[in-house]
């Protein structure tokens, strides 16, 4: 079965100091990667999406960036934290269904800055 | 205008009781339609894929109207563990999903 992993879990991190998020997926292969984000009261947020190794789509401009250097591993990073980046962090990737293409979730990771 | 609309609630409504919760979207090409789960302070979990037919899955049943650009979910006989945020999700490009703010239920005893 197909499972993915996110840590860690919560952080408190100061503002300026860098950030690594990581998270993996286990039982398939070139899967789609997400990195998405939800803070506090509000939707989800698309950051980055990756295709495949080294494929990096940004959906919105940040001080945040992101890496995949395995097929099925997918990190999110950041030299500088700012207060706003505070939020629930989440990765998810993409299993094909008879029709769709359906995304399902780590657990996320509870990031925040002070 | 959003790209996907839902009603925040949040819905009050007692065991036993049915729910239903609408959903609009605004792109006419989208092509995937999803209802997602999120219990406080948890991922959101796919609940249910939308097809055009419609589907029902237990007590819970989809609907999709693609004129109208609208998606519904109705459950049936609500459970105390029912309670969560219900989130109408579209997928616009083959994988990028797009979400609504959700919809908080509170089923009480």
């Known amino acids: 079965s197909q499972t993915i992993h996110q840590w860690p879990a919560t952080l408190v991190q100061p503002v300026g100091s860098p950030l690594s998020l990581e998270c993996t997926v286990e039982?398939?292969?070139?899967?789609?990667l997400y990195w998405y984000r939800q803070a506090a009261g509000r939707g989800l947020q698309l950051l980055f999406y990756?295709?495949?190794?080294?494929?990096i789509s940004s959906e919105v401009p940040q001080n945040l960036s992101a890496s995949r250097p395995q097929d099925r591993q997918f990190i999110l990073s950041s030299k500088k934290l700012l207060l706003s980046d505070s939020g629930f962090y989440l990765c998810?990737?993409?299993?094909?269904?008879?029709?769709?293409?359906?995304?399902?979730f780590g657990p996320g990771t509870r990031l925040t800055v002070t | 205008r959003k790209e996907v609309e839902q009603d925040p609630g949040p819905f009050n409504v007692p065991e036993g009781a049915t729910v239903a919760f609408n959903c609009t979207y605004s792109?006419?090409?989208?092509?995937?339609f999803f209802w997602y789960r999120q219990d406080c302070r948890k991922e959101p979990k796919l609940l249910m894929s939308?097809?055009?037919s419609g589907n029902e899955d237990g007590r819970f049943t989809a609907q999709l109207n693609r004129a109208s650009q609208y998606i519904s979910l109705l459950i049936r006989d609500s459970k105390l563990s029912d309670s969560a945020t219900y989130l109408c999700?579209?997928?616009?490009?083959?994988?990028?999903?797009?979400f609504g703010q959700g919809t908080e239920l509170s089923v009480k005893p």
């Open positions: 999700v579209v997928d616009n490009q083959g994988g990028k999903l797009i």
């Open positions: 998810a990737f993409t299993r094909l269904s008879p029709s769709s293409y359906e995304q399902y």
């Open positions: 039982g398939t292969s070139n899967p789609n």
């Open positions: 939308v097809y055009s």
């Open positions: 792109n006419s090409a989208s092509q995937s």
């Open positions: 990756s295709v495949g190794i080294g494929q």
